[in-house]
């Protein structure tokens, strides 16, 4: 994927190593950072205002004097770049809705935010309280490692699914999700990988993509597939209990985005 020469997006917040604080769950992790603020003799409603990480709008890595160059934060940065680009043309075109983009939040460990507080064990996810993407970067390592998919193009994948549920979000479409419709679930997810599939035919016609990549995304979309999670976790596998949808399903779906580049093509609902 040749994302080093891409628009960086200006919508990233690093939040790992105490380089911020993500505020907006609020209850336990709400309160640690007010008792934390007043120990340290820090006004806690600086932090609160607005309910919003304020301070949290950090500069790329590389611009930093003195400090080392961060790939992963800088190929995020690419990444949402791109995305942006691309769904700032597509969604008004395809579906006549203004779009605003979302943010994405990088983190270690734990995060708080307004869809409560979380452990990275979740993987990546879009919070539509605060419309904002959280990552975790050793899912990364965890995706070469455990589910055997490396590559860049496989990461990008995975930013972009968050992205598409950002998507489904301003179109409405979360609205209307039955809460705790397993069937409902798996729609929403495999149409998201279908937006993240729609990204990829825009960066194919941008010259980012590059020969592999799309093999890369289609193993990583496989590697997470339901059925794939629970033969490896628990031997077996139980399809009633699908919330994502199958590995076939997965990239079947990512694939009719790419090979249409019609978010309208996505209609995983029917």
Known sequence: M???????SSNVQDLRGGRGLAIGGGGIGMLVVILAALICGVDPRQLLQDNEPQTQVQQPA?????????????????????????????????????????????????ISSACGYTSSAVGPFYCPGDQKIYLDFAFFDELRREFRAPGDF??????????????????????????????????????????AGVW??????????????????????????????QKRTQGYVVPESFTHGSAQQRMQWFSRGMQTGDMRQCETFR
């Open 154 to 195: 496989a990461e990008a994948y995975v930013i972009a699914h968050e992205f598409g549920h950002h998507i489904q979000n301003l179109v409405g479409t979360m609205d209307r999700i039955p809460s705790g419709s397993n069937r409902a679930s798996v729609a929403l997810e495999l149409q998201a990988d279908c937006y």
């Open 200 to 229: 990829a035919n825009y960066a194919q016609k941008q010259n980012i993509v590059e020969p592999g990549d799309a093999e890369e995304a289609l193993r990583a979309a496989s590697s997470v597939g339901d059925d794939m999670i």
């Open 62 to 110: 590389a611009n930093r004097p003195g400090q080392p160059v961060d790939q992963n934060q800088q190929f995020a940065r690419a990444v949402m770049g791109s995305l942006e680009d691309a769904w700032g043309q597509i969604l008004p075109q395809q579906a006549r809705v203004r779009f605003s983009p979302p943010k994405l939040a990088l983190y270690n460990d734990q």
């Open 2 to 8: 040749r994302w080093q020469d891409l628009r960086q």
